[in-house]
């Protein structure tokens, strides 16, 4: 869980997004690996990154609180859910007193997050703050819970998440790199928690071989 203290929005109207995410948000628990506190979670080291490489904070608070909207919902689809969070952002933008402008950005900042959707090169620098800030929320003590909350909504047993979860962010080191230099300094400490976390539950013998059938030699050397 996030601290009170945590989830202050840093623009002014950040504040009006957040109370309307919640609206959004309420009572749905379809999704528990991108509910409410994923999106603020995601806001945090967002924010973190886009000052540190002179992002729009403007463009990129709104981004970071609304990238997964659609998510929880019922009938959300995870190779759609970029374009769908983008359309219902719009919605709630607009109602926040967004300029047209500021919500193309912000709305096209949320459109490129999804990883089916990397083309190199066209990306803004919203766009890779938002991409490296929800890839990091995949490790640490919050990326496990939402790995086993993802588990058991799919009903597997904890070795199975283990599995599946290390080989996510053995593809990640692979190919899906984070863009910044700040973003992969905070990733380092939740990557090590993570696999820590897999080695216990997979066991020693088991984690090291699909380590190296992933192509690393050492958990040391996975970064993101
Ligand atoms: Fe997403
Ligand atoms: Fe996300």
Redesign the pocket.
């Known amino acids: 869980m996030i601290a009170l203290g945590e989830i202050n929005p840093i623009t002014e109207r950040g504040w009006l997004v957040l109370s309307e995410l919640e609206k959004f948000m309420k009572n749905d628990e379809n999704d528990p690996a991108?509910d409410l506190n994923?999106?603020l979670r995601?806001r945090k080291t967002g924010i973190e990154i886009g000052k540190s490489v002179g992002a729009d904070l403007e463009v990129l608070e709104p981004a970071l609180l609304l990238?997964?909207v659609i998510?929880p919902k019922e009938e959300a689809k995870e190779k759609t859910h970029a374009q769908e969070s983008a359309k219902e952002a719009e919605r709630i933008l607009k109602k926040c007193g967004y300029r047209n402008e500021e919500i193309k950005r912000i709305c096209n900042t949320i459109r490129n997050?999804s990883r089916t959707d990397l083309s190199e090169g066209k990306k803004d620098v919203e766009s890779k703050v938002l991409y490296d800030a929800?890839k990091i929320?995949g490790v640490g003590a919050d990326g496990i819970r939402r790995v086993i909350s993802l588990g058991k909504t799919r009903g597997w047993n904890a070795k199975k998440s283990a599995a599946w979860y290390l080989g996510r962010i053995l593809d990640v080191a692979k190919n899906e790199r984070l863009y910044f230099a700040s973003s992969k300094a905070i990733a380092r400490e939740g990557i090590t928690i993570s696999l820590n976390w897999c080695e216990r539950v997979l066991g020693k013998e088991k984690f090291a071989k699909q380590l190296n059938e992933g192509g690393f030699h050492s958990a040391g050397e996975v970064e993101f």
């Open positions: 991108h994923h999106h995601v990238h997964d998510r997050h929800d929320d």
